[in-house]
T-cell receptor
Framework: DAGVIQSPRHEVTEMGQEVTLRCKPI?????LFWYRQTMMRGLELLIY????????DSGMPEDRFSAKMPNASFSTLKIQPSEPRDSAVYFC???????????????FGEGSRLTVL | KQEVTQIPAALSVPEGENLVLNCSFT??????LQWFRQDPGKGLTSLLL?????REQTSGRLNASLDKSSGRSTLYIAASQPGDSATYLC???????????FGTGTRLQVTL
């Protein structure tokens, strides 16, 4: 398996622009997570899905952030409008479950480094 | 609220040394604890996963221990190599479907 695939790897944009980050989880994994990593705050969970359904979005910082998972093999994280403080590395991760129970082992993508000028 | 602390923040050791990385957490009611490795510009790679009922896990030169009652975990790396240089993060799962709380990491450098 190719692992969790994220795109773009790097994105530089100007304040106010819309940013869309993409993620393809590992086939067969039914949990998908979006994390954000910054020097100041470390790794923070933004939102996670189970079987394509958003379960907990309490980590999404503002209404400017939205995430979707239209099918089992694709998810997006959108920021509209973007601001300089959104600059960070955004990671997608997936994990399988056994009998519907999350196994706990996360597999991370290589991240999307976002810079908002 | 769960808080995870890792000490030291950075560590430099000569090749061949055995070393211990520390992780402490404030809420002992955890589901599991994981140790990850992160290389510069890369994602995280899971190294070891310890369930709350376990006390340790081993993989090759790595051994992770868990003491829930004291809120501590250690990652022991035997016979360190330059290729072990990376940032090591621990994360605790409080049982809500992998809502992991991460520590800030220990940046390890193994020198020749």
């Amino acid at each position: 398996d190719a692992g969790v695939i994220q795109s773009p790897r790097h994105e530089v944009t100007e304040m106010g622009q819309e940013v869309t980050l993409r993620c393809k989880p590992i086939s067969g994994h039914d949990y998908l997570f979006w994390y954000r990593q910054t020097m100041m705050r470390g790794l923070e969970l933004l939102i996670y899905f189970n079987n394509n359904v958003p379960i907990d979005d309490s980590g999404m910082p503002e209404d400017r952030f939205s995430a979707k998972m239209p099918n089992a093999s694709f998810s997006t994280l959108k920021i509209q409008p973007s601001e300089p403080r959104d600059s960070a590395v955004y990671f997608c991760a997936s994990t399988p479950s056994t009998g519907g129970i999350n196994t706990g082992e996360l597999f991370f993508g290589e991240g999307s480094r976002l810079t908002v000028l | 609220k769960q808080e995870v602390t890792q000490i030291p923040a950075a560590l430099s050791v000569p090749e061949g040394e055995n070393l211990v990385l520390n992780c402490s957490f404030t809420d002992s009611a955890i589901y599991n604890l994981q140790w990850f490795r992160q290389d510069p510009g890369k994602g995280l790679t899971s190294l070891l996963l310890i369930q709350s009922s376990q006390r340790e896990q081993t993989s090759g030169r790595l051994n992770a221990s868990l003491d829930k009652s004291s809120g501590r975990s250690t990652l022991y790396i035997a016979a360190s190599q330059p290729g072990d240089s990376a940032t090591y993060l621990c994360a605790v799962d409080t049982g809500t479907a992998s809502k992991l709380t991460f520590g800030t990491g220990t940046r390890l450098q193994v020198t020749l």
